[in-house]
């Protein structure tokens, strides 16, 4: 079991050498064998156990089990007992979504404080195959099919997979290493245990070899899903387009696939997006409709179907002064340059709308550099009248996502600039101009 263990992690490059790894620890069968494991293998670890507070008595026991394991391993133990049930309550999750969230948030926030390089978890063989399972009955995609994956993207690792449940068992066993029994392993209310406990047997009653058959399958489907991912990656790289920085989606070019909301499907489901949503995104013929996730949206914009995050602090306000040569946001960059035009014989105005070229003597410093707002208007560059900035957007056929990224620069009370698109006419470059205040707009966000 050792050495399976050890050429395991490395065949998966799971664990960095003189790393310490914080392994999850509930006091359950696997996660003492894998502690065990990696005290044999002679690799760094630290412990953390999740007292969830849902069985009583039997959770505070599996706690000072754990504890009692930190001794006997001498190594560090983080602890932490979460009010799982209100928690599930406040966010509308069922109590596993909610111990799942509040597991792994806990686990990312020790690793970031203790810069711990990966987390391990125990889940193994069995796991997995019951993981293709509970997917395939409720509806998935190849990424679902392949089971439970070595190792993430966020650094959690899972260095038991190669081994089954009643290998883990005959290793624990032998060493007489104690754990604790979870009673509601036992019960048949989650369709995981169902899954265990009936269908799983019957399966093995139909092929003996059951369990290395699907470890066969599974790393069959793993190797079709690398392929079909390098094929999703490529086809998001080359439909993706940007608008004033924002990432969307042609409808006219998703039609020409032979399988648009599959395609779509993928492109938005790393966002949280579901089937349902996608397939209402694809048939929505509303212009403007929002669709929401936790962090993220989407908007329906004609032909567009425009990605964004949700920002959840407004974007303070920030000044510009006449001697800055440069101003740096979160979502864009601005390169400033004072030209005086009796030195400059050959100036031209650029034809490109990302810089503004300003007739410095006309504004008054620093200028403001904020969002728009309800009620801001301007004179737009060749036009006499002025115009709110709602209706220039509107006129422009700007989508909301757009219009929410729209700075402007502010001289008194006068918009002189909208960064990235028009100048304000009373503040444009003649031939009485004695100097250029000139502002390259840079996004960052494509």
């Known amino acids: 079991m050792l050495e399976r263990f050890k050429e395991y992690i490395k065949e998966k490059n799971l664990v960095s050498p003189g790393k310490t790894v ?26 953390a156990h999740c007292n969830f507070g849902l069985r009583g008595k039997e959770s505070d026991r599996d706690e000072k089990f754990v504890r009692a394991l930190a001794k006997k391993y001498k190594t560090e133990i983080h602890t932490r007992k979460f009010q799982t049930e209100s928690y599930a309550k406040k966010n509308k999750l069922s109590i596993q979504e909610a111990a799942r969230e509040l597991r792994y948030d806990w686990f990312r926030e020790l690793s970031l ?3 711990y390089p990966s987390v391990a978890t125990a889940h193994h063989l069995n796991d997995s195959i019951e993981t293709f399972f509970i997917n395939l009955l409720r509806g998935t995609g190849i990424n679902g099919l392949s089971g439970i994956n070595p190792d993430t993207d966020d650094g959690v690792i899972r260095p038991l997979l190669f081994a089954s449940r009643k290998e883990i068992e005959t290793f624990l066993s032998v060493s007489k290493l104690r754990y604790c029994e979870d009673s509601s392993n ?21 092929n003996p070899s059951f369990e290395k058959t699907m470890a066969k399958n599974l790393q069959n489907i793993f190797f079709a899903e690398h392929v079909f991912n390098e094929t999703i990656i490529e086809t998001t790289m080359r439909l993706t387009h940007h608008v004033n920085g924002l990432p969307y989606f042609s409808r006219k070019e998703l ?26 995104i694809w048939e929505c013929k509303q212009s403007g409709k929002i669709f929401y996730t936790k962090n993220f949206r989407i908007v329906c914009d004609r032909d567009k179907i425009i990605f964004s995050i949700l920002k959840k602090e407004n974007e303070p306000e920030h000044f510009i002064a006449a001697t800055m040569k440069s101003f740096n946001s979160t979502v864009f960059r601005l390169t400033i340059k004072t030209i005086p035009l009796e030195k400059e014989k050959k100036f031209s105005l650029p034809n490109d709308a990302s810089i503004s070229c300003l007739d410095m003597d006309m504004l008054r410093f620093p200028l403001e550099l ?9 004179y737009p560059l060749g036009m006499t009248h002025r115009k709110r900035l709602s209706d220039f957007m509107i006129d422009s056929k700007w989508s909301v996502p757009e219009k929410e ?19 304000d006419d ?10 250029v205040f000139r502002i390259a707009y840079l996004s960052k966000l494509k």
């Open 405 to 423: 990224n729209v700075h402007v620069l502010v001289s008194g009370n006068d918009i002189v600039c909208i960064l990235g698109h028009r100048i």
């Open 370 to 378: 904020r969002k728009w707002k309800a009620g801001d208007f301007f």
């Open 186 to 206: 036992q019960e048949d209310h989650y369709l995981r245990n169902k899954i265990r406990h009936h269908l799983i047997p019957l399966f093995e009653k139909l």
């Open 255 to 280: 039609k020409q696939l032979d399988f648009p909301v599959e395609y779509l499907y993928e492109f938005l489901s790393p966002f949280h997006f579901n089937a349902a949503q996608v397939k209402e």
């Open 22 to 47: 914080l392994l999850a620890v509930s006091g359950g069968a696997d996660s003492v064998a894998m502690a065990e494991l990696f005290h044999r293998a002679g690799i760094n670890f630290h412990l």
């Open 426 to 435: 009373r503040y444009k470059v003649t031939g009485r101009t004695k100097k």
């Open 113 to 115: 404080l203790h810069q």
